[in-house]
């Protein structure tokens, strides 16, 4: 089992940063990738970004060049460095976990992220 606990999560003004951790503890030497999924209301959740166990990244075209994913293995983290936040933007983050062979997903509780105009 992994356990995803994310943080960070806020009300921040169009424009403004705020960093996302998601902290993992359990059997993380199982997971192959991590990530971050986003569900605004009345939407579905969608993708925002991965970072797999070689640091390669991946992100949604609409957060590109806005947001950085990146973990400090050392301290069983990954974050989300997110800046030039848009209303759109507004969304429960949810912290995702894949482990390797079986595709087991493991997510977090979620944290809001409001930005206001």
């Known amino acids: 089992q992994v356990q995803l606990v994310e943080s960070g999560g806020g009300l921040v003004q169009v424009g403004g940063s705020l960093r996302l951790s998601c902290a993992a503890s359990g059997s993380i030497f199982s997971i192959n990738y991590m990530g971050w999924h986003r569900q605004a209301p009345g939407k579905q959740r969608e993708f925002v970004a991965l970072i797999t166990s070689d640091g390669t990244t991946n992100y949604a075209g609409s957060v590109e060049g806005r947001f950085t994913i990146s973990r400090v293995n050392a301290k069983n983290t990954m974050y989300l460095q997110m800046n030039s936040l848009k209303p759109d933007d507004t969304a429960v983050y949810y912290c995702?976990?894949?482990?390797?062979?079986?595709?087991?997903?493991?997510w977090g509780q979620g944290t809001q992220v409001t930005v206001s105009s």
């Open positions: 995702k976990a894949v482990r390797g062979g079986t595709g087991t997903e493991y």
